[in-house]
């Protein structure tokens, strides 16, 4: 009887400290991120530890452009991308539909400043009226001067006779504007916040693309192959909880969140400090109609050769439950 007993509980033991070994190793999952305020949330998520939380050892892996994240998704060298501009998610849809999903859209909204269109602080243009004639700066890239045409036509502005556009790499937006190449620039963070804190600069419009393109405007969100969310529900549901938790993190504790900036990109502590965090927008027929108006935009514009069906796509939190 007490050898029965001894059996017993050595199994019992034994099947315990298995289940322990089990439970207590973590998933490994590689996610792509960009250096960039939009990805803050991903961040918080690894510093405040809510990927460990939910069991998941997260391996981050920079990259410095979408289509070379987004290969590296599709290739499997990464699981998962941090927001991922909406242009790269859609040309990938297009070429095969139903291969990525997406969750946890954000951009910019009433509330969450990420765009600016910007004058010199000494500048004599104080109205919309005024950039008539003038030189407009923006990034290079077909695009971003999309944006920017959309934006002059709803200003009451034709972009081929009212103004000049002027295209520049990212590192030459705000110098090119103080030494006058242009007289007004549209950018976002952290370019225009920095020319603001430094008083070089004044907003003309705050939001521009909310205000008068689309509202809110989605400019990316997260994303991984739908055969990831097949094959690997389990984790895709883990990553997504450690997202909620950090988004929640980010809402109650902004500038301790914002603080974290320094560490992932090259923005130093007061450009962190004054920079306002992109909106992660809930999922209702406002949000989903906003990014299928982008899509079809983009497809208006010919910057896609196929239309996009939006809601396809879009993992909402019922599919995660």
Known sequence: ???????IVLTVVGITLLTMGCTQKPEKVKIGYFPVSGDLA????VEKGFFKEEGLDVEPVKFAESKEAMDAMLTGRVDVCAPMGFTTIF??????TGLLKIFLPGGE???HIVSHLIVKKDSNIRSIEDLKGKKIGTYAGTAHRMWLELLLKRLNLDPEKDVTI???ASNLLVPSLMAGQFDALYATEPYTTTA???GMARSLIDNPRSKYIINPFPSGSFVFTTKFWEEKPKIAMKIYQAMKK????????ELEA??????YTPIDEEIAKASDVHAIYEINDTTIGAIQELANMLFEYKLLEKKIEVKGMLLTDEDFK
């Open 1 to 7: 009887m007490k050898r029965l007993t001894c059996i």
């Open 42 to 45: 991903f961040f918080v998520g």
């Open 166 to 168: 002027v295209q520049v």
């Open 258 to 263: 914002k603080m974290i900036l320094p560490k």
């Open 91 to 96: 040309a990938v849809e297009q070429n095969q």
């Open 109 to 111: 909204a009433e509330g």
């Open 196 to 198: 603001l804190i430094k």
């Open 246 to 253: 950090s988004i929640d993190f980010m809402r109650a504790n």
